[in-house]
């Protein structure tokens, strides 16, 4: 059984912080690439960001120079700052990793629950 369980998010007015954390745990043999998606009812669950094994960030072009994604291997856990928050940043967040789960043989993407961003004044 592999989870991941994201914590951080709320309510911010424009301008604001958050910071999304997501511990993957169970039985885990490997991770490779972390991520953050987002959501709002009705539309495509988007990009957000992603990072390698490494520490290589991607960026979708809407939140580049604005949030900041970061891991802890030792951890398994993928951060995102965001800053500069605006309106347009509301909604759920998910975090993804690809997992090698321990006995497995090949890696394959898991989500948490997802956790609700509102930016509001």
């Known amino acids: 059984q592999v989870q991941l369980v994201e914590s951080g998010g709320g309510m911010v007015q424009p301008g604001g912080s958050l910071r999304l954390s997501c511990a993957a745990s169970g039985s885990i043999f490997s991770i490779n690439a972390m991520g953050w998606y987002r959501q709002n009812p009705g539309n495509k669950r988007e990009l957000v960001a992603t990072i390698t094994t490494g520490g290589r960030p991607n960026y979708a072009d809407s939140v580049k120079g604005r949030f900041t994604i970061s891991r802890d291997n030792a951890k398994n856990t993928v951060y995102l700052q965001m800053n500069s928050l605006k309106p347009e940043d509301t909604a759920v967040y998910y975090c993804?990793?690809?997992?090698?789960?321990?006995?497995?043989?090949?890696?394959?993407?898991?989500w948490g629950q997802g956790t609700q961003v509102t930016v509001s004044s």
């Open positions: 993804n990793a690809d997992i090698l789960r321990r006995g497995g043989s090949y890696y394959r993407g898991y």
